[in-house]
């Protein structure tokens, strides 16, 4: 038996696996409390860039429509 099977073997079975589990539990749980803010930052950062790409795309929207206004208004003035 090469050590890939035996090892493959040994994690195979619920009850080490459950017992390695709960030997990470607290490592996880001390990881995801270091990186939570951050995990925040960015959800945080995430949102106000959609909605400031959303701002820039309406005024865009609205400059380029009043600017073929006041062109149509100019054309027809002249």
Known sequence: M???TSWMH????NETRREFMELLQPIKES????????LW????????????????LFMLLH??????????IS???D
């Open 31 to 38: 990881i995801y409390n270091e990186i939570y803010i951050y």
């Open 75 to 77: 054309g027809s003035i």
């Open 63 to 72: 400059i380029l429509h009043y600017g073929k206004y006041i062109h149509n």
């Open 41 to 56: 930052v960015i959800c945080f950062y995430s949102i106000m860039l959609f909605i400031l790409i959303l701002a820039n």
């Open 2 to 4: 090469t050590l890939q």
């Open 10 to 13: 040994f994690f195979n079975e």
